[in-house]
């Protein structure tokens, strides 16, 4: 079965930029532009993807699926994800080509082959266990309070963990708040703290110095992530885990330097950086090392279910990441990743990505098709 057609089919969606009132924006909001990938194969079954995120608009990504992998890819067998995977290392094709652009059409090819042997992904890729925590990560709120508030109704819902975005606050309102939330929720809850690349050295050391004091389970993006010498400084002096990174340059082979430096006890990946192969290879990667492979949300709905798929397949990640709002990045499907009452989130049973495309709302936000 070999790859017949690759349409992209431009999506125009207006994002909420909160959750319930004004004093807790989110940091993000207003009409962004994505796409519904759809690779055809010469049997016609089709694989889908969702290009773009909450947080970025564009065209740049969907126009080099079209441009640059989709010439690459017409005529190739479905199985050949590692020969798309090896191109990468050819700097003409890497120029050309945005890291969403190719992992879509990773996740895409992911999606038939499951189809076809009628398995969820995560069974192909050897399934390690079929439900996991997740926890629920804020959004930026300008009082200590709204933090509290919030972690103690996710508790009540049955979520197991809650991760703080200080949002560049200054060090002592960051105390505060991690302090505050401990109190709240018990000394069980994980919690963590991603402070988004926001901080110096010396604020990080300070605030990693009182969060690990608090018990949190992990400290992320402390201090700007190409800054690998004050991510392995603070390694050695913090006896917290640090996570490195969610910036969306911050790829396998970066993360390979901070793996040689033991700069960082858990590497964070993401479906839109590395589609599902290569998020694989890094959390085996990790496995191996005795490191985590966290998981970064995907920023879309079938992205996150594509890191649903690998989180599945390894036992280097903890957690599933549930951001909020929610209503932010999930969309475009009959029914989204959920959680039940006691923190999990399960395993798709359907083939492939196994979740169904809601095409009536789809087609309301698709303003044209790129061919």
């Given amino acids: 079965m070999k790859v017949k057609d690759v349409t992209v089919d431009v999506l125009r969606r207006t ?3 909160g959750t319930m009132s004004a004093d807790r924006a989110g940091g993000f909001g207003g009409e962004i532009e994505a796409g519904l990938l759809r690779v055809v194969t010469d049997e016609g079954v089709e694989g889908n993807a969702f290009v773009g995120s909450f947080l970025r608009s ?3 990504p969907l126009r080099a699926i079209i441009e640059v992998v989709k010439p690459e890819i017409i005529g190739h067998p479905i199985e050949d994800r590692e020969w798309l995977w090896s191109r990468l290392d050819s700097l003409s094709f890497r120029r050309r080509l945005p890291a969403p652009a190719w992992a879509g059409v990773d996740i895409a090819l992911w999606d038939i082959m499951g189809k076809v042997t009628g398995k969820p992904i995560y069974h192909l ?3 390690q266990r079929h439900k996991v925590l997740a926890y629920a990560s804020s959004p930026y709120y300008p009082r200590a309070e709204l933090y509290v508030e919030e972690a103690l109704a996710f508790k009540a819902k049955g979520f197991k963990a809650y991760k703080i975005h200080p949002g560049g606050a200054p060090v002592p309102r960051v105390k505060e708040i991690t302090r505050r939330v401990r109190e709240a929720v018990g000394d069980e809850m994980p919690l963590m703290v991603d402070a988004s690349c926001m901080y110096t050295y010396r604020e990080a050391l300070e605030i990693g110095q009182a969060i690990q004091d608090l018990a949190y389970y992990w400290f ?7 800054d690998l010498d004050a991510v392995a400084e603070l390694s050695s002096r913090l006896h917290i885990p640090i996570a490195v990174s969610d910036y969306h340059e911050f ?3 970066e993360a390979l330097l901070y793996i040689e430096r033991k700069a960082g006890r858990i590497i964070r990946t993401d479906a839109p950086r590395e589609g599902i192969t290569g998020q694989k290879k890094l959390a085996s990667l990790c496995e191996a090392m005795g490191l985590n492979c966290e998981i970064h949300h995907g920023g879309n709905s079938l992205n996150n279910v594509a890191n649903l798929h690998v989180i599945l397949s390894t036992r280097s990640c903890d957690f599933y990441e549930w951001l909020l709002p929610s209503e932010a990045h ?4 009959v029914q989204d990743v959920t959680v039940d009452k006691e923190g999990y989130v399960h395993g798709p049973t359907a083939p492939g990505l196994g979740f169904e495309l809601d095409t ?8 044209s098709t790129m061919r």
Avoid at 220 to 226: A, G, K, L, Q
Avoid at 330 to 333: C, K, N, P, R, V
Wanted: proline share 6%; charged share 25%.
């Fill in 15 to 17: 994002v909420p930029s």
């Fill in 58 to 60: 564009g065209q740049e």
């Fill in 125 to 127: 890729l050897g399934a």
């Fill in 220 to 226: 992320e993006d402390p201090v700007r992530y190409m």
């Fill in 251 to 253: 790829g396998m082979y």
């Fill in 330 to 333: 999930q969309f475009g499907l």
């Fill in 360 to 367: 009536e709302a789809l087609r309301r936000i698709t303003v």
